[in-house]
């Protein structure tokens, strides 16, 4: 059965190709409305088929050399999905499990957890990853999905152009222009899991040139359930504000401002935590945090020429936490400041280069079970890029070559060069090749906190506390990865892309026994066995990734998705770490997805997704079968009605186990649950 759930779909995947690259063809008024009688060459002239990610700079899907795959604000429209997380899993590839009500398990090609240490999160080309942590609070990117106009994911390492912690994979969510959401709009709903929520966004333009908008959005999301019987107490409410800006007072001058505020507070059922070095009575405890946070950004681009630009951009960010699931209150404020520069020094040599420097604040609250050697401290990365892209053979094989050397205040001098071929075999395929470095630079907790984890009876009636320990030493983990892939239209309503890949990573994160010292404080006197950070582990992955689109008819069209992941880890021979788990029983090993999208008449859309995700073996979590509906009707253009059943073929189900870090989250059933929605446009 195991064999059928997860080979066959790849049979059946190969077969239901697709029309367009890395996402759905966008509509628009200079488009013909039967997109299947444009050959791949022509639908490569269509502006919004473009991406950015894969190389700083405006390019062209088909000719990107990575992994890359686009949703759309059709596809965010016709998922049925309500936030950011849910929606990366359309995402073929993509790891995507949900914790519990408010917590998310996100990465790419591997090492999935709650704050995946490998996988880096961008909003407009802002970084929203905390060196903290090493990783994204996912309740905190919650932003009006109305808004987004398309999301990048690159699966794979982008360290060259995109610096530290790039290591497995760059999401970068984009949102529209100001000029583009001129008028008002708004959209509410509820459901049995939605107690409620609601998006107000009004857009005018303030000139010939300059447009603003300005938006609020909340929600309020019930509990799910820790068993059969037991609520979760994982409830979520949120909101937030914002406005952007935009401005071209020329052809050649771009600049956009924005900024954001946002407050939310979530609950969580967690193992108890060390309260003092006496052994626990009660192993579970309910709890809620509260986040507050916001933002603001300005950027300006610059044109010299058909063939030079600039672009300079700086943020200021600030982020709150208010204990409890970190058992300490925690304040982080980021200062960044970007500069690159695009030029073409010879006939064939486009040379792209930059400069950055990120600055980030951070202050805790120790407490009893979690300190900090420094409570609060000063961290940095700068550091530079420059890539070269020769055109060998113009219009049919292209070299790009670069490097980023930074330094950071954790381990020093990092060096991730990388170099990329695409050879365009003709208008219908094209194949491409990649071999990169990336690391993932050390956190704070890794770098300097103590944390308890857990009280047990020790020799002669002492009580016991093990407790993990940053060390200073700690190196950042190292990736050198390999991949190649191929993409080819077999028919002007077909289209297949495959991606291999192997990667290598060495110096590993393990938490190393050290040897027990008795403490005399906090009272009683106490059995300190500690577990020290380190880097004694190494290991290997390889594994597939498939794309695939077929436009059946012309109100009817397809979407694939397969993928195959091997993780092979080992720690040293010296290694004696038995509280990091191995992260290959983290990742799913199959994951396939089949969508469908139809126009029926009377103006409605029924639209299907058909998710499977192989078992997690590491901790006991099953495999799953996923099936979503959305059945949408558009009486008016200002107008859309719309009802969503999520997870409709199965009643609940755990999508990750217990989380590791710090052992501070249980997992929850993630339930059946459906919705109305009304959107209105004025």
Known sequence: MRFLLTCCPLFLLLVLGGLTTAGAVPEGPDLPEDLSSLSISQLKNIKLSKVTLSSRKEEELFDATASIYVITQEDIRRSGMLSVPELLRLVPGLEVAQIDGNKWAITSRGFNTRFSSKMLILVDGRSVYTTVFSGVFWDQIDYPLEDIERIEVIKGPGGTLWGANAVNGVINIITKNAKDTEGGYVTSGAGNLENGFGTARYGVKLGEDTALRVYGKYFNRD??????????????????????????PSSKNKVSVQGEYFRGESGLSAPNVVTAPIALVNPRRNEEEGFEGGHFMGRWDHTFSKTSDMQLQVFYNRESRFGLSFQTDLHIDTYDLDFQHRFQP????????????????????????????????????????????????????????????????????????????????????????AFSRAVRIPSRITDGARVDLATSPGPGGVTAVAALIGDKDVKSEELFSMEMGYRVQPHKKLYIDVSLFYNFYESLLTFEPGLPALELTPAPPHLLVPLRAGNLASGETYGMELVTKWEVMKRWRLEGGFSWLEIDLDKDWNSRDLVTPPSSGKSPEFQWKLRSFVDLPYKLEWDTSLFYVDRLTNMGTPQYTRLDMRLGWRPRENLELSVGVLNLMDGEHYEFGPVSEFNRVSPTRVPRSGYGKVTFKF
């Open 346 to 433: 010879l006939e064939r040599h486009e040379i792209t280069w930059g400069l950055g420097q990120r600055f980030v604040l951070d202050d805790f609250k120790n407490t009893m079970n979690m300190g900090f050697v420094q409570a609060n401290r000063t961290n940095y990365i700068i550091g530079g890029f420059l890539q070269d892209t020769w055109s060998v053979i113009p219009d049919k094989l292209k070299l790009t070559l670069g490097s980023k050397v930074s330094v950071n205040s954790y381990t020093g001098v990092e060096v991730q060069p990388s170099g990329r071929g695409l050879w365009t075999i003709d208008d219908k395929q094209s194949a491409w090749v």
């Open 223 to 248: 509990e799910m359930a820790a068993d059969a019987v037991t609520p979760a107490v994982d409830q979520w409410e949120s909101g937030r504000g914002g406005f952007r800006a935009d401005w071209q």
